[in-house]
Structures are given as structure tokens and as C-alpha cells.
């Protein structure tokens, strides 16, 4: 049975997808729905014409200052207007987005301004000291400054300049303001004439987490981010365009962030419910206020939800789909969501070389939980020996290969390194082990790298980790291969205990053998307040097995 065959009604089997720049998505939604909201923030709303006004306003502010075609702007913010604008009006200007996350420390952005070669540099007036620690590396000549106030309600606008402005280190200090430039105004003036773009223009460059070594960036034209708009737009059927909310609480930063919260919703004509960091009272309160219907994030985010005690007061019901990415999504967490909110949560798959969505389980249909779902419209999936490369039956575990038109154009600047990625027929090597079940869904289960080798065994940490989720006492847990004390790979299993709560080493093991028939046992657990993470909620499995320094 074909995979297509399981989609929701109302999902193309195939779109007729015209290629065309990111902005048309914009030009679009603004032509049809000029007076729908694009933003809400903290009661500030943003309509789609105004949108389009002000990123063409700055894309005009950009060529003023001297932006040259295909120049790499470099944009460090958080999920505030500003993202959007600069974002839109950056590409309008015929300019390489590069976005770089704004949690980020000094050596990383210097590597990614150096690396990306960028000329221009936007962020929030309060990262000025990391901007200026990274530009005394040499790199970034031009700097725009935005103040995290300038589009809050007046209100609340006044409270922040008194309350926080100072405290928080929002001011820049006169000598580098003097030096800087300033999106307000920048914005003050028509854009005048704008670059013609071009499908196969290059637009963004997003850098990986670099959980295993120096980060890359990965290039995407214009073109393969329209399509990955489109397909993941068109997963949700029953959208009505111009009347969805989107709760944007995933960084617009990450590809996962930028693809299924800012450039989704634009291609819906959805009103983007922004939200700067995760804080969970934070977030159910916008719920409440907002009313969002699709809520796209990843597992962290739903758990946290889930142990909120009285959590249904906050009026969760105006959640119709949520998708979860980024990070595999364990079935008791799924599962504890949709008891409180009767919204139906499913896992989808995606990394940052294909845009990043391929896979999505249907939202409203036949989901299959511990699977990443069936290939989006458009796109093509096979599992591979992970030795010959020669294709395998439905059932088999390999590597899984994935093509459509949402795929990369490359690693920036690193051609042996995409040859290694993409082969000469246009398939991506995921990195990911993988199966297909008959009927065409495809279940992820390890990252090559993670997989534990031990003596003759294959062992899948994922397979571990889902059953230590499934203990009542457990909020969070990892599983990672550490030599043994014969100097074979081990298996350890790292858990966190939910608040309160206490269990033995020797209760963990029992647990286990009750429920894993495996060839081999985690030999050790260790106890942790916290696993470290990503800030898009990937485990960071290095760290947890690296001597602290």
C-alpha cells in the first residue's frame, strides 16, 4: 500500500509547486489578507500589510547603506517583530540571511561571521557587548541595532524603559551607538527600487548545532525553502488561510523554528503568536490570551506543559494541531498532552539539509506513535544498507535517504563535504537508521553516531529511553555507549526524577528487564537534576560522557 495512501483527506498527494523567492510568500499573503494579523506580540499586532511595508522599508535601508547582491546579513534575534521584518526585508534586498541563534556565546558567532564572510550584522541592542566582543575579531563592518521595546504595546513600551531597560543592559553605550546603525530608522524612509530575485538565488544559511564539532553552514536557495513552506502548510488540511494562529515559541533561528512557525504561517496568512524564550507560565498564558489553533514545537516543550499542575484553567481547547520536531517525541509524553488538551500531537522529522521537513505523521488520521510518519507531499524516502548503500525491503534497518525540492544547496564553502551529503541523483544521506514499515511509514532509530556497538549487538538508545519515560518517576532520560571496565562499550543510562521523587539504581534495572528483552543492559544509571540540551531540546549526548573541564 502506497504511503500516500494514509495522508489526511484534504492532503495533495503531490503540489504543483512553481519556484519562486520567500517573499513571494509575503507578497501573497499581504495581497490577500492585507488587514489579517501576521504578529501579535504581547497585545501589539502587526497586519500583513504592514508587514510587507516595513520589510520592503528595511530591504530599502539595507541598499542605502551600501548592501551589496548576495552579501551574508547575519540576524541574532530572538522571536520578536524585528526577526520577521529583518528576515523579509533582508532577501528583498537580494541579501544571504544568516541566522544565528541569540543564546549563542563569542567564539561561535566570530566563527559564523567569519565563516559566512558576513558584512551585516542585526541584533537586539542588549547583545551589544557579545556583538562587540565578535567584531573586535574583525568581522561584521555594519551593525544594526533594535531595542527589544520598540514593538510593545505603549504601555508596556513605558514600563520596560523603566523597568528593565537599565537592568537589563538594553542601552548601547553612546560611543558604539554613535557607530551603529538603527532599524527605527532605517525604517523612516520608502524603499525605493528593489533586486529582482530569482528562484535559484542563494537566501539563507543556517549553521548546525555542532554537538559533534565545529559548526557548518547549510545553504538553501530560495526556491527549496518556498517548497518546504509549501508541503508543510499543505499537511495541514483543514487550515483555513487568514484565520490560523501560530504559537511561535520554537526559535526562528533553528531551520525547524523558521520553516514551521515564521514561513508556514506566512504562507497560510496566519497571525504569529511570538514568544522571545520558552518559559512555560509564559507560554500558557499567551495560550489563553492568543488562542492559538497550531502549535508546532518540540518535546520539551509538550513535557514541561504536561507536569503544570491545574494546567486546563489556562483554556488549552483552541489547540487544534501540533507538530513535534527536532528531537525524537516518547509516546508517554505525547500521550500525557493530548489527555489535557485534547489537541492531537504528532511527531514529524526533518533536519537542516532538507529545509528541514520531510516527514510528518497525519495530523488528524492515521498516526503511528514511535514513528516520524510518511514523506510530505513531494518528497521521496528509502532505507539503504548502511555498508553497500544497496536498497532495502520494508521492515530492513538502514540509513535513511531522503529527496524532494526542499533539499540544500550545500555546506557553505565545503564542496567535499556536500559530495559526501548528497549523492550525483539528488538524494540527502540523513546519518539517521532507520525502517519502513509496509505501508510506508518510517521509523527513526538512532542518529549512525549514537548507535551503541556492544560485542555483536546493535543497541538503539532510543529503544532504552522510551521505556525509562514510561516509569512514573521519570521526567527525562538519556541513554549513551561509555567504555567499560574491560574497556568494551558500556551502556549508561542518565535519568532525572521528577520533583520529590527518589529510586534506586537496582529499581531502574528491575524496571528495565521487566519490559526490554534486549541482548544487552545499561550496566550503570547516574542521576542528574537536568540533561544538557541544545537550545532547540536535542540531547546533548557529548557532554554527558566528556570529563568536565
Given at each position: 500500500m502506497a504511503s500516500v495512501d494514509h495522508y489526511d483527506p484534504g492532503?495533495?498527494?503531490?503540489?504543483?509547486?512553481?519556484?519562486?523567492?520567500?517573499?513571494?510568500?509575503?507578497d501573497a499573503a499581504a495581497e490577500r489578507f492585507p488587514a489579517a494579523p501576521a504578529i501579535s506580540f504581547y497585545g501589539r499586532t502587526v497586519s500583513y500589510r504592514e508587514l510587507r511595508e516595513a520589510a520592503r522599508r528595511f530591504a530599502g535601508g539595507l541598499l542605502r547603506a551600501g548592501l551589496a547582491p548576495g552579501e551574508r546579513v547575519v540576524l541574532m534575534l530572538p522571536n520578536v517583530p524585528q526577526a520577521v521584518i529583518c528576515y523579509y526585508g533582508a532577501l528583498l534586498a537580494g541579501g544571504i540571511v544568516v541566522l544565528s541563534n541569540p543564546l549563542t556565546d563569542a567564539a561561535k558567532l566570530t566563527h559564523e561571521l567569519a565563516d559566512s564572510g558576513a558584512g551585516t550584522l542585526v541584533a537586539l541592542s542588549m547583545?551589544?557587548?557579545?556583538?562587540?566582543?565578535?567584531?573586535?575579531?574583525?568581522?561584521?563592518?555594519?551593525?544594526?541595532?533594535?531595542?527589544?521595546?520598540?514593538?510593545?504595546?505603549?504601555?508596556?513600551?513605558?514600563?520596560?524603559?523603566?523597568?528593565?531597560?537599565?537592568?537589563?543592559?538594553?542601552?548601547?553605550?553612546?560611543?558604539?551607538?554613535?557607530?551603529?546603525?538603527?532599524?527605527?530608522?532605517?525604517?523612516?524612509?520608502?524603499?525605493?527600487?528593489?533586486?529582482?530575485l530569482h528562484a535559484t538565488d542563494d537566501a539563507v544559511i543556517l549553521y548546525t548545532s555542532g554537538t559533534t564539532g565545529q559548526s557548518k553552514g547549510v545553504l538553501h536557495t530560495h526556491a527549496s525553502l518556498h517548497a518546504n513552506a509549501l508541503q508543510t502548510s499543505a499537511w495541514f488540511a483543514g487550515a483555513a488561510p487568514g484565520a490560523e494562529r501560530v504559537l511561535c515559541a520554537v526559535p526562528f533561528s533553528h531551520s525547524y523554528g523558521m520553516t514551521a512557525c515564521m514561513n508556514m504561517s506566512v504562507a497560510l496568512a496566519a497571525?504569529?503568536?511570538?514568544?522571545?524564550?520558552?518559559?512555560?507560565?509564559?507560554?500558557?498564558?499567551?495560550?489563553?490570551?492568543?488562542?492559538?489553533?497550531?502549535?508546532?514545537?518540540?518535546?520539551?516543550?509538550?513535557?514541561?506543559?504536561?507536569e503544570v499542575r491545574g494546567v486546563r484553567k489556562y483554556g488549552l481547547s483552541s489547540l487544534k494541531g501540533c507538530l513535534s520536531g527536532a528531537a525524537p517525541l516518547p509516546v508517554e509524553v505525547q500521550e500525557g498532552f493530548e489527555r489535557i488538551t485534547r489537541a492531537r500531537l504528532v511527531e514529524g522529522?526533518?533536519?537542516?539539509?532538507?529545509?528541514?521537513?520531510?516527514?510528518?505523521?497525519?495530523?488528524?488520521?492515521d498516526r503511528r506513535s514511535g514513528t516520524i510518519g510518511l514523506p510530505l507531499p513531494n518528497t521521496e524516502a528509502r532505507i539503504v544498507d548502511l555498508h553497500s548503500g544497496a536498497d532495502l525491503?520494508?521492515?530492513?534497518?538502514?540509513?535513511?535517504?531522503?529527496?524532494g525540492p526542499q533539499l540544500m544547496k550545500g555546506y557553505w564553502g565545503r564542496p567535499e563535504e556536500t559530495a559526501e551529503a548528497l549523492t550525483a541523483d539528488g538524494w540527502l544521506r540523513t546519518g539517521d537508521v532507520a525502517r519502513?514499515?509496509?505501508?510506508?511509514?518510517?521509523?527513526?532509530?538512532?542518529?549512525?553516531?549514537?548507535?551503541?556497538?556492544?560485542?555483536?549487538?546493535?543497541?538503539?538508545?532510543?529503544?532504552?529511553?522510551?521505556?525509562?519515560?514510561e516509569h512514573p518517576k521519570v521526567i527525562d532520560a538519556a541513554v549513551v555507549g561509555v567504555p567499560g571496565p574491560d574497556g568494551q562499550p558500556a551502556i549508561k543510562a542518565f535519568v532525572v526524577l521528577?520533583?520529590?521523587?527518589?529510586i534506586s539504581e537496582e529499581e531502574v534495572f528491575a524496571f528495565l528487564r521487566e519490559r526490554l528483552h534486549l541482548p544487552v543492559m545499561p550496566s550503570s544509571v547516574e542521576f542528574r537534576a537536568a540533561l544538557p540540551r541544545t537550545f532547540i531540546g536535542k540531547i546533548m549526548r557529548r557532554l554527558l560522557v566528556e570529563p568536565p573541564e
Open positions: 492532503v495533495p498527494h503531490r503540489i504543483e509547486i512553481a519556484p519562486a523567492p520567500i517573499p513571494a510568500l509575503l547583545f551589544s557587548d557579545l556583538v562587540e566582543q565578535a567584531r573586535a575579531a574583525g568581522a561584521a563592518a555594519r551593525v544594526i541595532y533594535t531595542n527589544l521595546k520598540e514593538y510593545l504595546p505603549a504601555t508596556q513600551r513605558g514600563l520596560f524603559t523603566m523597568l528593565r531597560q537599565g537592568r537589563e543592559g538594553h542601552r548601547v553605550p553612546d560611543a558604539i551607538a554613535r557607530q551603529a546603525l538603527w532599524l527605527q530608522h532605517m525604517l523612516a524612509d520608502a524603499p525605493g527600487d528593489l533586486p529582482q497571525a504569529m503568536v511570538l514568544l522571545p524564550t520558552f518559559e512555560t507560565q509564559h507560554v500558557l498564558k499567551a495560550i489563553q490570551r492568543e488562542r492559538p489553533t497550531i502549535f508546532p514545537g518540540v518535546p520539551p516543550m509538550y513535557a514541561a506543559i504536561n522529522y526533518g533536519l537542516t539539509e532538507a529545509g528541514p521537513a520531510t516527514h510528518a505523521n497525519p495530523i488528524f488520521g525491503p520494508a521492515g530492513e534497518v538502514g540509513e535513511l535517504l531522503v529527496r519502513m514499515t509496509p505501508d510506508g511509514y518510517f521509523q527513526v532509530i538512532e542518529r549512525k553516531k549514537e548507535m551503541i556497538i556492544a560485542g555483536a549487538y546493535n543497541i538503539y538508545p532510543r529503544d532504552v529511553e522510551e521505556v525509562l519515560y521528577r520533583a520529590g521523587e527518589q
